[in-house]
């Protein structure tokens, strides 16, 4: 299924730097489990960004949005 993805993150220190506001957006075919899967270790996993995405190093506010695109 495709799906959209729409991660907005507020407050960032990406290699130092202190940055307001990101939003990225992005589509992607992916399987329900892994939408279960990525949803889950979003909750659960508490450095789930800065694990993840290199030079961030703090994240103030995050949400991630997933849903389906009309085809």
């Not at 507020?10 to 990225?24: F, G, R, S």
């Not at 957006?25 to 694990?51: A, G, P, Y």
């Amino acid at each position: 299924m495709r799906m959209r993805f729409t991660l907005t993150m507020e407050n960032l220190v990406v290699n130092n730097k202190h940055i307001d506001n990101v939003v990225l957006d992005w589509e992607e075919e992916v399987e329900q489990d892994q939408v279960i899967t990525m949803s889950q270790e979003w909750i659960t996993t508490k450095n789930f960004l800065t694990e993840r995405m290199t030079g961030l190093q703090k994240v103030g506010e995050s949400s991630l949005t997933i849903e389906p695109v009309e085809q």
